[in-house]
């Protein structure tokens, strides 16, 4: 069967719009509708986002490494935001914001999910394409808007909003409180709020292929779990975003229509009191949080689920314990909607309320350890492959279990009013969260190139890559638990004026300057990138990892629709690696009579 | 084309599944809301008046409006498409009216010194004005689709590939008028 045969036959459900089959450039990669591409479009996206927001957190790291320098060469790049070479405190308050909006929604939920959920689901699942090709579009569009948007607000004459990733009233909904809480803030909810509706658009695709589209034999259980964690992903998307959106409603309201949700009749130097009555700042923080938590786990999930396939693959054994994998995805899921109020245990939340999402929090290490158990179990007399992937996907499970043991010192709400704001909680959540889903975002890249573009990225640079950014993760954040022990607390612009953090003035250097190195490092990896599209080594073979899943039965370089004749059957579940004297027996490959145990 | 294979064993058509994720998201931003007025009302400064009485006709009209719509679901499925479009139409006039109707509503709490927004305005009149006017919004949606499915369906040759469009508007109505019906009987006893 041709390829324009099969495409007919994919889309025979939706039969308006894919008459088109001669795809002019605009087509193929600015408007297009192939899954594959909308993938790379926000892959290479959240590229960019990943690289200006790396930048920034250089640009702050250098103001808090060096709080009495001048750096002229600043001023020539950042203007009025450098004064005299340093870095302005309202330049700082901005930078550490955008930083923050910018990795957490831009990179690592469109440039993490956004790019995987699109590229492997249908691959995966054996579908020719997303439900609706079309919304997945908008999805990406919408993004792209977005990021235009936020891309602007730093070049408004006042600033991008300045007021911290959480957006917290009344900086957010008052527009004289911080020059970047004017056009900066208002750009910044246009932004969020055309983010939520792309990350809806593109959660109701997932949602609905990976429970619709499946491709002959291929049962839930039978799915990699790539796929189920992108599953849950979606769930919790489609679920919080909308309470997030409801939230920033509120606050539009608040800023621009004189309503008091989150406003009351406080002081505001220079303004004097306001005539607001009755608003709760506190009322904001719960709405934010239910997404916000969520969200953690939006980033997180993704990178479990490649690392979870990364490493059956390279230690060439089933993932241990499958089902458990399952179970505690869902319960990580079922949880993180439970627990958004131990980021408040210091609002003055009702103490006996306080436990309650202590012990729930807590609960939450039960299905991370058995996901921890599970991974090294799999390595455990694995017949290990040490690819950049692979590297990655274990270095995800060192960052994940170093992060995931401060999160239980976080989670107790004794602890957590000591520690709430200080630099230990930007060591913990940049270590589980941050780093270790860009680990699975690496490992991801690096294990599924040779799909997206048809050649190899360069190992040697990838282990070069791995080997700084691993121990550059450890050496920066490591030392911020102790300053947070100390009462460091985060989001200060200069320390050096306070006699009890002078003596972290080496130590925010050693920071400030392995951050630089990290950064420069990843700018090797954005080389090897571009450079492996166009000069990599090519792909000669259709499963070069030798693995189980069925996106390497396509073609090296598939169109679009994925398979040109029919989409294959499956007959068993992706893990059969070193069974019955076989290394690796993939999904499509039908039971023998005498199989052992088969799924 | 369209009955060429459907690869999987399709129990729901993706269409309808993504209808249906999509309502669960409309309801979690409801559901947030309503919360939020839960919160908000046990606090201080909290102004208790009456939802203006056009709420109560513009409730039996969005009622009417559902009945409406299904009979032209069921026309369409008959393949009666005259009087399909004409239900679709009755339909989204019927829709029209809902939304003068709230529009009057705000009003006459406005005339009534409940202020929704501005200076003077309480929590109380600004969550109904939030509500409410979300769910206008997603109700104009709705009417909107029903202006497009109308007129694709007049420029269409065959009457095939009729019935779809007209089920998913029809879910998406009926699932507005619950959420209606959810909200009136929310704001006006259980909040």
Do not use: C
């Amino acid at each position: 069967m041709s390829h324009e045969a099969a495409l007919h036959e994919g889309h025979g459900h939706d039969d308006h719009g894919h008459h088109e089959h001669h795809d002019t450039f605009l087509t193929k990669y600015v408007f297009s509708q192939d899954h594959k591409m909308i993938a790379k479009q926000f892959l290479i996206t959240g590229m960019v986002w990943a690289v200006l927001g790396g930048l920034m957190s250089v640009l702050f790291r250098l103001q808090l490494g060096y709080p009495d320098a001048s750096f002229p060469w600043l001023e020539s790049i950042l203007g009025k935001w450098a004064k005299g070479g340093q870095i302005t405190p309202e330049a700082y308050y901005a930078l550490v914001t955008t930083h923050g909006t910018v990795l957490v929604f831009f990179v690592l939920t469109a440039g993490l999910s956004g790019t995987f959920a699109n590229f492997l689901i249908p691959l995966q699942v054996g579908a020719r394409d997303m439900a609706s090709p079309f919304l997945n579009m908008l999805s990406y569009w919408f993004f792209f808007i977005a990021s235009i948007i936020m891309l602007s607000s730093l070049f408004v004459e006042t600033g991008p909003f300045s007021g911290g990733w959480t957006a917290y009233p009344p900086l957010s909904a008052l527009h004289d409180a911080s020059p970047g809480s004017k056009t900066g803030m208002d750009l910044w909810i246009i932004a969020m709020a055309l983010f939520v509706v792309s990350s809806l658009l593109g959660g109701l695709n997932y949602i609905t292929t990976i429970l619709n589209m499946r491709t002959k034999g291929m049962s839930m259980t039978r799915l990699p779990l790539t796929i189920w964690a992108l599953f849950f992903t979606a769930v919790l998307g489609v679920l919080s975003f909308p309470v997030l959106l409801s939230g920033m409603i509120l606050l539009i309201f608040d800023r621009n229509f004189g309503t008091s949700f989150y406003l009351s009749d406080i002081y505001v130097n220079g303004v004097g009191a306001l005539s607001n009555e009755g608003g709760s700042a506190i009322l904001f923080q719960h709405l934010f949080w239910f997404l916000g938590h969520p969200e953690v786990y939006i980033i997180l999930l993704p990178a479990m689920g490649m690392v979870s396939e990364i490493m059956s693959v390279n230690s060439r054994k089933p993932i241990f314990g499958y089902m458990a994998m399952l179970g505690s995805l869902f319960a990580i899921a079922i949880l993180a909607f439970l627990v958004w109020a131990h980021h408040m245990f210091v609002t003055g939340l009702n103490p006996l309320l306080g436990s309650v999402f202590v012990l729930l929090t807590l609960l939450i290490a039960v299905p991370s350890a058995i996901k921890v158990f599970n991974w090294l179990t799999t390595l455990w007399r694995g017949n290990i492959r040490f690819t950049p992937a692979m590297l990655f996907a274990i270095g995800f499970v060192s960052l994940f279990i170093s992060g995931g043991l401060t999160g239980i010192w976080l989670g107790n709400a004794a602890l957590d009013i000591y520690l709430h704001d200080s630099y230990f909680v930007v060591a913990h959540f940049h270590i589980v969260m941050g780093v270790a889903s860009m680990f699975g975002m690496f490992a991801g890249v690096y294990h599924w190139f040779p799909k997206m573009y048809g050649r190899y990225l360069n190992n040697s640079l990838g282990y070069i890559h791995f080997w700084i950014t691993m121990a550059g993760a450890y050496l920066i954040f490591w030392p911020m638990h102790y300053q947070g022990l100390a009462g460091m607390p985060r989001r200060y612009f200069d320390f050096s004026i306070w006699e009890s953090f002078k003596q972290f003035a080496e130590l925010n250097r050693f920071i400030s300057t392995i951050a630089m190195i990290v950064f420069a490092t990843q700018i090797l990896f954005l080389i090897n990138f571009f450079y492996s599209i166009f000069k990599g080594r090519k792909v000669t073979v259709l499963n070069p990892w030798e693995s189980n899943t069925l996106e390497w039965t396509t073609p090296i370089r598939p169109g679009h629709g994925n398979w040109p004749g029919e989409i294959p059957e499956v007959h068993r579940w992706p893990y059969d690696y070193g069974k019955d004297g076989h290394d690796f027996i993939p999904q499509t490959t039908p039971v023998g009579e005498d199989e052992t145990g088969t799924h | 084309m369209a009955t060429t294979i459907i690869e999987s064993k399709n129990k729901i058509h993706p269409y309808k599944m993504l209808l249906w994720v999509g309502l669960g998201s409309i309801v979690m931003m409801f559901a947030g809301l309503t919360s939020a007025y839960i919160v908000k009302k046990s606090q201080a400064n909290w102004l208790e008046f009456e939802l203006p009485k056009l709420f109560y006709i513009s409730t039996l009209v969005i009622l009417i409006s559902s009945f409406t719509i299904q009979m032209a679901v069921k026309k369409a499925k008959a393949g009666e498409l005259a009087q399909y479009r004409g239900f679709l139409s009755v339909t989204a006039i019927l829709g029209l009216a809902f939304v003068i109707l709230q529009v009057r509503g705000f009003q006459a709490l406005e005339a009534s010194n409940v202020a929704l927004t501005g200076a003077r305005s309480n929590s109380a009149g600004s969550f109904l004005l939030v509500i409410t006017g979300l769910h206008l919004l997603h109700l104009v949606g709705g009417v909107i689709a029903l202006v497009v499915i109308s007129l694709r369906s007049a420029a269409a040759k065959s009457s095939s590939n009729q019935v779809l469009p007209v089920e998913l508007a029809a879910t998406y109505w009926h699932f507005v008028d619950l959420l209606w019906i959810y909200l009136f009987v929310f704001l006006n006893w259980v909040g």
